[in-house]
């Protein structure tokens, strides 16, 4: 059982679609972030939330941390297929500790 | 600045047999990581270093080593390479990004063994 549980795992949409994705867990986070990899390369860190019931957006990606800081989302509006790719969330319990990471969501975008 | 670079990009190997993973970083990060991607479970903290000269176990550190000579370089090893451990292995080094810290990842190594 992972620490952190990413739904859903796979995700196929069509271009102009709205979406929704989730990392839950029963434990408390210091920090949550979220990543975006593509095929062949490295995860690239989106967003950083670290205040419960935080908001933060990055063009058409809304991003949530939970009141209780236990869970996010992350919500893309109007999705193109340039947003096809792995997101993956990661979270430390303590300041600079180090990071768990979900099993990831695979987003395919057609056009 | 080429950032967080890791050779080789490929490899295959034969059960038992051995090999080492170079990542080298230029941003002067003092922590470096070493991480493995399964297919549905995200990455896996291997071992990571706080400093040169320094190394400590991760999450699933069984059968791989760990060497931190020189803060630019991160070497992970394989002693005797076994099936389990086909995997894409990504390293990371980490910076203080005003309020947060970030991971930059290299592009990883894809390592089979059969």
């Known amino acids: 059982t992972q620490l952190l549980e990413q739904s859903p795992q796979f995700l196929s949409i069509q271009e102009g679609e709205n979406l929704t994705v989730y990392c839950n867990s029963s434990s408390v986070f210091s920090s949550l972030q979220w990543y975006r990899q593509e095929p062949g390369e490295g995860p690239v860190l989106l967003v950083t939330?670290?205040?419960?019931?935080e908001v933060k957006k990055l063009k058409r990606l809304t991003f949530q941390f939970g009141d209780a800081r236990k869970d996010s989302s992350l919500h893309i509006t109007a999705a193109q297929p340039g947003d096809t790719g792995l997101y993956l969330c990661?979270?430390?319990?303590?300041?600079?500790?180090?990071?768990?990471f979900g099993g990831g969501t695979r987003l395919m975008v057609k056009p | 600045n080429a950032g967080v670079t890791q050779t080789p990009k490929f490899r295959v190997l034969k059960t038992g047999q051995s090999m080492t993973l170079l990542c080298a970083q230029d941003m002067n990060h003092e922590y470096m990581y070493w991480y493995r991607q399964d297919p549905g479970m995200g990455l896996r903290l291997i071992h990571y270093?706080?400093?040169?000269?320094?190394?400590a176990k991760g999450e699933v550190p069984d059968g791989y080593n760990v060497s931190r000579l020189k803060k630019q370089n991160f070497l992970l090893g394989l002693e005797s390479a076994a099936p389990s451990q086909t995997s894409v292995y990504f390293c990371a080094s980490r910076a203080w990004t005003g309020g947060s810290y970030e991971q930059y990842f290299g592009p990883g190594t894809r390592l089979t063994v059969t």
């Open positions: 270093s706080v400093g040169e000269g320094t190394t």
């Open positions: 990661a979270a430390s319990r303590k300041a600079g500790n180090m990071l768990t």
């Open positions: 939330v670290v205040t419960g019931g």
